[in-house]
């Protein structure tokens, strides 16, 4: 599975480097995508509201709290 860590990136930055991966991704019908985040509760949010807007559906990775799953398709 392809992955994106955005930990420790910057809020603000997060949006623009999460879409651009995803757009990336959509091109290339990668069905999932894990999106590490860290344990920051508002990077969690800002992905989970990314991705919402693109109409996917996040779920936290099992055993690992500091991931997200997107399913892409």
Same mark, same amino acid.
């Given at each position: ?11 603000? *930055? ?9 757009? *990336? ?6 069905? *999932?995508? /894990? ?16 991705? /919402? ?7 936290? *990775? ?12």
């Amino acid at each position: 599975m392809v992955s994106i860590n955005l930990h420790g990136t910057r809020h603000g *930055e997060v949006v623009m480097k999460l879409e651009n991966f995803i757009y *990336e991704h959509m091109q290339m019908d990668t069905p *999932e995508i /894990k999106v590490i985040t860290g344990n920051s509760v508002d990077m969690k949010n800002l992905v989970r509201d990314t991705i /919402k807007d693109y109409g996917m559906t996040t779920t936290d *990775e099992w055993g690992n709290f500091d991931c997200l799953i997107v399913k892409m398709i």
